[in-house]
């Protein structure tokens, strides 16, 4: 009887510790999976060469899963992003620059 304690509680520890529901967040500025050209036309097509907005590519890996970006804690986009495997573009979209002075 012991023994069957003993084990259930480790197997129980260790399904607790392969639940991780810890948020991820991963910055990047890298445009190499995107053509120039292509960020171009985006940047023109948003609205976001000005300097008061930047944009948002979502490009490889993204494979349906719920992406929720927010900015001064509104969200301002929310969808599930699949990449185009043609384009290498899953999504885009421009956003207010936020100017910080230290």
Known sequence: MRILVFISIIITSIGLQSCNSTVKSVYRNDFRSASKNEVKIIQ???GATSS???ILILTQNYKGEKI???Q???VIFSEYP???LKSRIANYFSVKKIWMFL
Do not use: A, R, W
């Open 52 to 54: 008061s907005k930047s």
């Open 72 to 74: 001064n804690g509104k």
């Open 82 to 84: 699949i990449t185009n």
């Open 68 to 70: 929720i970006i927010s």
């Open 44 to 46: 023109e097509e948003v």
